[in-house]
Structures are given as C-alpha cells and as structure tokens.
C-alpha cells in the first residue's frame, strides 16, 4: 500500500515521515555520500515543507517504510529550477499542472535488482494516480543516467530535458513524463500492477473515530 500524505492527514503519519527522512540520511548521505543537510540524524531541507505531497509505501501510517517519495509543486521553489537547471537545454517546465518528483527512496534493507526495480514501477504508477487526482498534467525529475532508462522502461512516456551531465555514477539527467490515464493504463499492464496501488486517508479519520 502506498499512502497519500499531504498537509491534510501528515499528523496521522509522524511515524512514517521520521522514518523516511532517516532512510533518506542514510541511503543518501551515508551510502551514496551526497552533500546535503542532515539535522538531528534525519535528512531534511527547504523543500519539506507543508506544500510538498509524499507517497509512502507501508501495510499502515506505523508499520516499517519500504520506500518513499517527494512531490513538489513547481509554482513555487523546487529542486530542478533552483539547483538542477543547467541539466535543462530551455527553462525547466514549470507550473500548476506540473509537478516535480525527487527523493525516491527505497529502504536500505530492501533488496536490490528485481525487487527495487518492481519497487520503483509502483511508485511511478503512485506518482501517476496520485498526479491525475490533484490534475497534475507533467511530471519533473532528475535521476541517474541508469535509473533513469529503468524509469522509461516502466511504460510512462518521457523525454530528456538536455544532455546528460557528467559519466559514470555522477552522470545526471532531467527528465518530464507525461501524466494521463492511457499512460497509467501502459504502466499497469507492463508491470503486473492490477489494481490502485494508492490510498489516501483524510486528516479527520481519528478525530471522526
């Protein structure tokens, strides 16, 4: 199950977020050795803030992470217009009906190969639902050159916004894939995924229960 949280329900989800953001210390910082903010053993910064939509993968708001990613309007400070925009030929798509995707973050304990790849296909399939119900039309993202042609391969239609930057584990890409039902249909079938993968519980569900 991949949980929905938004500014609506995240109370229902401390557990959960505290937890990603430490999986997001250690597979970024202490694995992947990348230079970002790390406070109190957490990995956090500017762009957590109460705009950003996160989807979690977890049987409840309480049981253990398996991955996580962020979502960030881009009509208001993001990642690739603020950081990443030399990885653009043009200006960086931007707007209310594109969203960017950054973060995606399996659990370290999470085996790799099949398992993180099937992992990541739901969470494009996540992504997807999760963007046509908000009527999100593009989706942003910079990955890896590798993970990006796995990110392709999952079905959804996407193009490179410039040329690769760097080689090796550093080579960079920034990518836009188009958000729509028939797309979300292509991800489904060629990854198995039969049904929504995606559930949002409203803010009020304890304080109705």
């Not at 584990?169 to 958000?179: G, H, K, S, T």
Request: charged share 25%.
């Amino acid at each position: 199950m991949i949980h929905i949280v938004t500014a609506e329900n995240r109370h229902l989800f401390r557990h959960a977020l505290m937890e990603m953001h430490q999986q997001r210390k250690t597979v970024f910082v202490d694995e992947l050795k990348w230079r970002l903010n790390v406070e109190s053993g957490i990995e956090i910064d500017s762009y957590d803030s109460p705009s950003a939509v996160y989807l979690i993968e977890a049987e409840a708001p309480r049981a253990p992470v398996r991955a996580s990613v962020r979502l960030l309007p881009t009509d208001r400070p993001h990642l690739m217009a603020d950081v990443f925009p030399h990885l653009c030929s043009g200006a960086p798509p931007a707007g209310a009906h594109v969203w960017e995707a950054t973060r995606f973050c399996p659990s370290p304990d999470l085996p790799k190969g099949d398992v993180r790849r099937g992992m990541l296909s739901r969470m494009i399939a996540a992504v997807m639902e999760t963007a046509l119900l908000f009527g999100i039309e593009r989706v942003t993202y910079v990955a890896s050159a590798s993970l990006a042609a796995v990110a392709r391969d999952a079905g959804w239609i996407t193009e490179a916004l410039g040329a690769v930057h760097g080689s090796g584990r550093d080579a960079l890409v920034a990518m836009v894939a188009e958000i729509d039902a028939a797309g979300l249909r292509r991800v489904r079938e060629r990854n198995g995924i039969g049904a929504p993968v995606t559930r949002f519980t409203p803010g009020d569900v304890a304080r109705a229960a």
